[in-house]
């Protein structure tokens, strides 16, 4: 049955604390050290996770509201199509022939009076005004591109802010448990060295037990 003592290593960890257990019938020595701040640092590493987890999944949510907003603002600003034309009768596309006599006079009414006028020129079509529900319907999807470009642009600076703050937490935890295992190392060192000391002495007693049993049995044989 071993003994446990807990002894403070002289270090600037407070958290850092080496448990040694003495055997009662060798004497021998072994220690394991207690780490009490990295379970804290594990969770919170974890609590990050989950956090940049989240955060990303808001950014994806965002950014495709966003190709859903992009997409209907497309739609909204395609000119509509004009309805198709009606089929029309054979009676409607093809003019009446006039007679020859109508030909006639017009011919000679056209020689007459000439026909050099020119045509009056159609104005240009105007362009299509849009309704007041298209643009109240495009200024809303202005204002919804806007908003959810603003909050992919916060998320994304959040998940920066976070990730460059759980590798910091990271490095310093490598950090930490490299120092912890050197000292450790250290401190098992200077207990196998006890360890192997109290075993030279105990070979030595034995050795002295021998030798007065051996002169003891000579005396009682004598």
Known sequence: MSTA???????????????????????????????????????????????????????????????????????LKSPPQPPPEPPRSSTDTDPARPTTSSSNKTSRFSSLLGTRRASPTEPPP????????????????????????????????????LSVQLFQQANEMVATERKARAKL????????????????????????MKRIERVRGLLVGG
């Open 126 to 161: 105007l362009p299509p005004v849009p309704s007041p529900d298209l643009r109240a319907a495009l200024e809303r999807e202005q204002t919804l591109r806007a908003a959810a470009e603003g909050q992919l642009h916060a998320m994304s600076g959040e998940i920066e802010d």
């Open 185 to 208: 190392e250290a401190r098992v060192a200077v207990l196998e060295e006890r360890d192997g000391e109290k075993r030279a002495r105990l070979e030595r007693l034995e050795g002295a």
């Open 5 to 75: 003592v807990l002894t403070p290593t002289p270090s600037d960890d407070p958290f850092l604390r080496v448990q040694a257990h003495t055997c009662p019938q060798c004497g021998a020595e072994y220690a394991h050290t207690l780490d009490e701040h990295h379970d804290a640092d594990k969770r919170r590493i974890a609590e990050l996770e989950s956090q940049i987890r989240l955060l990303t999944e808001k950014a994806t949510s965002a950014v495709d509201k966003l190709a859903d907003y992009e997409n209907e603002l497309r739609r």
